[in-house]
T-cell receptor
Framework: AQRVTQPEKLLSVFKGAPVELKCNYSYSGSPELFWYVQYSRQRLQLLLRHISRESIKGFTADLNKGETSFHLKKPFAQEEDSAMYYCALNTDKLIFGTGTRLQVFP | GAGVSQSPRYKVAKRGQDVALRCDPISGHVSLFWYQQALGQGPEFLTYFQNEAQLDKSGLPSDRFFAERPEGSVSTLKIQRTQQEDSAVYLC???????????????FGSGTQLSVL
């Protein structure tokens, strides 16, 4: 079965603390994974893709096929990072996880 | 406008009513998706158009749901005889790319929040 699991509904940290948003997937083929972000009152937008191996707004995510994970990390959280984060598996359509709300307190 | 536009922004319907949700994709975008996002959930795929052709409707939950894109631009999602479980945010997304690259550059609209009373 094709599935994306985000075990945390809410993650709260203080500004400057490290952040890790967890994502695990189930997929029989070669996976392609994305992280999407939705800031308050804004539309869903792509944050990063694993194939790009890029760092966007200080966030990185590494695909670990052995652990079937694609956790999103940032070493020092900022208040403006507060948002909903969705992990998504790319098949011919996107399969999204249930999302994690990140709250960064000052 | 430069982005994907959806209307109405909010829709309240009485159970049993028919509703129509509109999506204006980015001009020239070939691919168009509809997703349904229930409260506390991630978006779930409903249907996919390439130009005017509906190539995948496997995500439509019942035959009460119908989508069309007759001229390959604007799309309408119609829900007949709405039920309370249809309450959700309906998201439209478009891309200039076609499969298998479609999701490499996908732009989402702000969604229509449907509440069925």
């Amino acid at each position: 079965a094709q599935r994306v699991t985000q075990p945390e509904k809410l993650l709260s940290v203080f500004k400057g603390a490290p952040v890790e948003l967890k994502c695990n997937y189930s997929y029989s083929g070669s996976p392609e994974l994305f992280w999407y972000v939705q800031y308050s009152r804004q539309r869903l937008q792509l944050l990063l893709r694993h194939i790009s191996r890029e760092s966007i707004k200080g966030f990185t995510a590494d695909l670990n096929k052995g652990e079937t994970s694609f956790h999103l990390k940032k070493p020092f959280a900022q208040e403006e990072d507060s948002a909903m984060y969705y992990c998504a598996l790319n098949t011919d359509k996107l399969i999204f996880g249930t999302g994690t709300r990140l709250q960064v307190f000052p | 406008g430069a982005g994907v536009s959806q209307s109405p922004r909010y829709k309240v319907a009485k159970r049993g009513q028919d509703v129509a949700l509109r999506c204006d994709p980015i001009s020239g975008h070939v691919s168009l998706f509809w997703y349904q996002q229930a409260l506390g959930q991630g978006p779930e795929f409903l249907t996919y158009f390439q130009n005017e052709a509906q190539l995948d409707k496997s995500g439509l939950p019942s035959d009460r749901f119908f989508a069309e894109r007759p001229e390959g631009s604007v799309s309408t999602l119609k829900i007949q005889r709405t039920q309370q479980e249809d309450s959700a945010v309906y998201l439209c997304a478009s891309s200039s790319l076609v499969p298998p690259l479609t999701n490499e550059k996908l732009f989402f609209g702000s969604g229509t929040q449907l509440s069925v009373l």
